[in-house]
């Protein structure tokens, strides 16, 4: 028997400290249901990546949000509802609905905020290396882009 499989016995037996304690120690520290968490977070974000590549060659529309013409945020959005997930509408809302995160813990299906003076102007979904996709402006269509700027924020939708 091991170690993790004795601490809902210690639990019941020791203090909340304690038993943190003795998880620390042990060297593992459960957090019931992260795991699920996480692995769902990441489904939804590989599917609405993957509804995003699907987009490739559509033609961007002021206003759009699919099936057939986005723009930017019409994008994400209708990627993220295909992958069971809501989203607000525009880029600057959609940031302020994410999970802020770091640039070295983004992951593939991320959403890519550019900015400016303070405000969000353009998002798109994180591809890996480097990369997203995105519905960039008038007179161009869905497509898979190096980031071009540094002045960027990323968001986990949760």
């Known amino acids: 028997m091991t170690a993790q499989m004795h601490v809902p016995s210690l639990l019941s037996r020791a203090g ?4 943190l304690t003795l998880a620390a120690v042990g060297g593992t520290l459960f957090a019931p249901g992260a795991a699920v968490e996480a692995q769902a977070a990441t489904t939804h974000a590989n599917k609405a990546l993957s509804v995003a590549a ?10 759009s949000s699919g099936p057939s013409r ?6 994400t959005l209708y990627a993220y509802k295909k992958a069971g997930k809501s989203l607000p509408r525009t880029a600057q809302q959609q940031y302020n609905k994410t999970r802020h995160i770091s640039a070295s813990t983004r992951q593939k299906g991320d959403l890519v905020f550019f900015h400016s003076g303070g405000r969000v102007y353009h998002v798109g979904i ?15 269509w869905v497509k898979l882009d190096k980031i071009w700027s540094s002045k960027v924020y990323y968001g986990r939708v949760r």
Do not use: R
């Not at 519905?135 to 161009?140: A, E, I, L, V």
């Open 54 to 63: 699907s987009k490739k060659g559509a033609p961007y529309g002021y206003g």
């Open 126 to 140: 994180y591809a890996g290396s480097g990369k997203i996709w995105h519905s960039p402006k008038s007179g161009s």
């Open 16 to 19: 909340a400290v304690s038993a």
């Open 70 to 75: 986005f723009d930017c945020s019409g994008l």
